[in-house]
């Protein structure tokens, strides 16, 4: 699976930073080094599996010999979804080479392997134990049919036949679980490097001696201990949804779940008219086999049609809501009698993890749960949630949020119903539930600061906060062209050198690494150090795939990138050679070649054959929203300052236009170096055929390299139907070279590209630089050396 660009940039920065620290790692005791340790600080639905996958690759190539990795996990359910992705799922691609297995299946054999990178996985409950003389865990046990020592023992050790032992990685992927205990347990192996992740980061206590010695040691700050992933850029590539709406419902239980699903309804609807339509799910947080009124053990014995059981009685209102039972199930420990059974059409999953995989291949849509169905299940379809009073509390609310917050096909759609998490919340009072958002304001601002928190009020539905638009109206759409540079680089490949796995240039330079070698026989064991000149080979075709990853991160984006005019299989990718070697500098230097050949060559193009974008409902707050006559929307809101000044001009033109969403509504490809994706213009007007797309804020596109191409657009129909034009506030000039510079700060400027060059004209105010905008011809008087003549 291809990383997206701050998936890779993340792994790059944890892989660097262990290679740096393995040149001259600090030591505890003549054979034992201090650990490197890293915080990999991630939201949830971040990827945090893929990008420590790709960090545990990254740094296999800065080590001696081939690790073992051993990958933990808190739940079985994650254990084993985490062994199926790595060993032959969707992330076996970013760790090539790796033996995956179980734990509890490694064989000395596997340790022993030299040639071989090995990646264990097993959750963190096999250390959790004190004395480990009196455990049962088959961790510390001898297993008689592979070894006559027990697997602590084999990792402890990790020799190989020649008596060296191999590094070990550590790699927690939910860091926030760790304890002391298990912690110590872990130390006790001597890894190489401790890697945990976490949206919420938390250090146990344990691992602070190996952070004061790195803070004194290699003078560390408390940001050489995180890599730490933005949370805007998680949203901005639609891995999860761009807003979360909290509905309080100090009412019936019915009350709630009926506007769940007539919202639900409403974006099954929308979601069904997709390229890629799906079914919306939801889930219902709710205490098992609590009752109001009578104790539980009466409540068992009453037939189901007259069970108080808070699972019951959900599902029951949602079967006589029209809800098919067939796609309710109900996944807890509830009690029956065998006197008055459930009905047939009951479906319970009350044995826990035993029954994981039955429930998941179910494809359930309406899913009944406490709290224990949260770790493992992140269905991305799952927008909706309602949470009963009992379970109504501000932590365990921001707990369920993840499991809503991922984003089906992991990108925004033009409704926005599809990109929020809607919450049902039943509390007792008003003011208890005012107190529970506070709270879960607060967090979500510590754990999610870049997606948006509404508070619905008034027991309002979603349809209130959703502005549908008036009439039909679409653009062209825009992709990159790349045909023209195939040939450019097809002849730079061609230049590439060939290598074979030996030779001098191939072999890295001024590095030397240290590996422990057992020394001696019997019981005259001793343990030495010795010198390592070369690292672990790497194929060229890695160095060169990273590296275009790491020079044009939107390539996974945007149809493939550079990589994809490049004929990987050829036989020159497969030598192998060390990541410090001149063979992997000479690559990445033909890789930048590659990326700089693929901007100079390709354009911009609008393709009519290609179905439009057809512009959708909008998202609002009804309570800050401004109303405009001549939008597709009657009302806007968030709009800042000089937005609104123009989205006032645009609607005084009388002309056709719309506020275009930052993230799910129209977008324009950036066809430049170390761009991550996509702009989306601020505002779309509609001129007769011509749609013209205007951009408020954009003084960064005004100075950077992609500015000629986003605004020379070619079209592959009779005349050109999008074009776009920019907007900035103030007073600029143009010198010869075509660099810009702002001189003052009254009034507006309207860009576009004219007759091969850029052009720009000052107005006094927004209605003047609209109008101007909105002009087919556009004249610029021209100054000396090249300046824009202001009038």
């Known amino acids: 699976m291809r990383p997206l660009g701050f998936q890779q940039e993340a792994a790059r920065q944890i892989a660097d930073r262990f290679g740096e620290y393995m040149q001259d790692p600090l030591t505890i005791s003549r054979t034992r080094t201090v650990p490197f340790f890293q915080l990999l600080v991630s939201i949830t639905g971040s990827g945090k599996t893929l990008m420590l996958a790709d960090a545990v690759s990254q740094m296999q190539a800065h080590l001696p010999r081939q690790p073992v990795v051993l990958w933990l996990s808190k739940g079985r359910v994650v254990v084993w979804q985490t062994y199926a992705n790595l060993a032959h799922g969707r992330y076996a691609d970013n760790i090539p080479g790796f033996v995956v297995k179980p734990l509890l299946e490694v064989a000395p054999s596997d340790i022993e392997d030299t040639g071989t990178p090995l990646l264990l996985i097993a959750t963190v409950g096999k250390f959790a134990q004190r004395d480990q003389e009196e455990s049962d865990l088959r961790i510390y046990q001898a297993q008689l049919d592979l070894a006559d020592e027990s697997l602590w023992s084999l990792l402890k050790r990790r020799r190989t036949p020649e008596g060296i032992r191999r590094p070990l990685i550590v790699v927690y992927d939910e860091g926030q679980n760790l304890s002391d205990l298990q912690t110590e347990r872990l130390l006790e192996l001597d890894p190489d490097a401790l890697i945990s992740a976490s949206a919420t980061p938390s250090v146990p206590q344990a691992l602070e001696w190996i952070m004061d010695r790195l803070r004194k040691d290699k003078h560390w700050t408390e940001d050489d201990f995180k890599t730490t992933v933005s949370s805007a850029a998680v949203v901005t590539e639609g891995l999860v949804k761009r807003r979360i709406s909290i509905g309080g419902y100090v009412?019936?239980?019915?009350?709630?779940?009926?506007?769940?699903?007539?919202?639900?309804?409403?974006?099954?609807?929308?979601?069904?008219?997709?390229?890629?339509?799906?079914?919306?799910?939801?889930?219902?947080?709710?205490?098992?086999?609590?009752?109001?009124?009578?104790?539980?053990?009466?409540?068992?014995?009453?037939?189901?049609?007259?069970?108080?059981?808070?699972?019951?009685?959900?599902?029951?209102?949602?079967?006589?809501?029209?809800?098919?039972?067939?796609?309710?199930?109900?996944?807890?420990?509830?009690?029956?009698?065998?006197?008055?059974?459930?009905?047939?059409?009951?479906?319970?999953?009350?044995?826990?993890?035993?029954?994981?995989d039955r429930f998941t291949s179910g494809d359930f849509e309406h899913i009944i749960f406490n709290l224990s169905l949260q770790e493992g299940w992140d269905d991305p379809k799952c927008g909706f949630a309602y949470i009963d009073k009992e379970m109504a509390s501000a932590r365990q609310i921001t707990q369920v949020i993840g499991r809503v917050l991922r984003q089906p096909s992991a990108k925004h759609f033009a409704d926005p119903i599809l990109n929020t998490a809607h919450f049902y919340i039943r509390a007792d009072e008003k003011g208890i539930f005012e107190d529970i958002i506070e709270q879960v304001g607060k967090e979500l601002a510590s754990e999610h600061p870049s997606v948006e928190f509404s508070v619905r009020t008034e027991n309002r539905r979603a349809v209130a906060y959703r502005e549908m638009p008036t009439r039909p109206r679409a653009v062209p759409t825009v992709a990159l062209y790349s045909g023209p540079a195939r040939e450019p680089i097809?002849?730079?490949?061609?230049?590439?050198?060939?290598?074979?796995?030996?030779?001098?240039?191939?072999?890295?330079?001024?590095?030397?690494?240290?590996?422990?070698?057992?020394?001696?026989?019997?019981?005259?064991?001793?343990?030495?150090?010795?010198?390592?000149?070369?690292?672990?080979?790497?194929?060229?075709?890695?160095?060169?795939?990273?590296?275009?990853?790491?020079?044009?991160?939107?390539?996974?984006?945007?149809?493939?990138?550079?990589?994809?005019?490049?004929?990987?299989?050829?036989?020159k990718f497969d030598a192998l050679i060390e990541i410090t070697s001149p063979a992997a500098d000479h690559v990445k230097s033909i890789a930048a070649d590659v990326v700089s050949a693929f901007v100079d060559h390709s354009r911009l193009i609008q393709n009519e054959d290609d179905r439009p974008y057809s512009v959708g409902p909008v998202a609002i707050d009804p309570a800050t929203a401004v109303p405009f006559s001549n939008a597709l929307h009657a009302r806007y809101s968030g709009l800042n300052d000089l937005e609104l000044a123009i989205a006032r001009a645009i609607d005084r033109t009388q002309r056709v236009w719309c506020r275009n969403p930052e993230g799910s509504g129209y977008f324009i490809p950036l066809l430049d170096r170390g761009s991550t994706g996509v702009f989306f213009p601020d505002f779309l007007v509609w001129m007769d055929r011509t749609v013209v797309a205007i951009e408020t804020k954009g003084d960064h596109l005004i100075s950077e390299d992609s500015r000629r191409k986003l605004f020379d657009i070619t079209s592959t129909g009779e005349r050109s139907r999008i074009q776009v034009r920019m907007i900035t506030k103030g007073r600029w000039s143009i010198a010869a070279g075509g660099q810009v510079s702002k001189i003052g700060d009254d009034g507006f400027m309207t860009w576009r590209w004219e007759s091969g060059r850029l052009a720009a004209i000052h107005h006094d105010d927004a209605k003047d630089a609209v109008e101007t905008a909105l002009q087919v011809e556009f004249t610029v008087e021209q100054g000396g050396a090249g300046s824009v003549a202001v009038r």
């Open 490 to 571: 097809r002849k730079i490949v061609g230049r590439m050198l060939g290598f074979k796995s030996g030779e001098e240039n191939t072999v890295g330079q001024g590095a030397r690494m240290q590996v422990l070698q057992e020394v001696g026989a019997g019981g005259n064991l001793s343990y030495e150090w010795i010198d390592i000149e070369h690292s672990n080979l790497i194929s060229v075709r890695s160095v060169f795939r990273r590296e275009v990853q790491r020079l044009f991160p939107g390539g996974a984006r945007r149809g493939g990138g550079p990589v994809n005019l490049v004929d990987i299989e050829l036989p």
């Open 251 to 356: 009412t019936p239980m019915e009350t709630a779940v009926d506007a769940l699903l007539q919202d639900m309804a409403d974006a099954a609807a929308s979601a069904a008219d997709l390229e890629e339509p799906f079914r919306p799910k939801a889930i219902y947080v709710a205490s098992t086999n609590t009752v109001d009124g009578v104790p539980i053990s009466e409540d068992v014995k009453r037939p189901f049609e007259q069970r108080q059981a808070r699972p019951i009685v959900i599902w029951r209102h949602l079967v006589a809501a029209g809800v098919d039972p067939s796609k309710i199930a109900v996944y807890s420990q509830l009690k029956f009698d065998k006197d008055t059974p459930a009905r047939k059409d009951f479906r319970l999953f009350g044995n826990g993890d035993r029954d994981y």
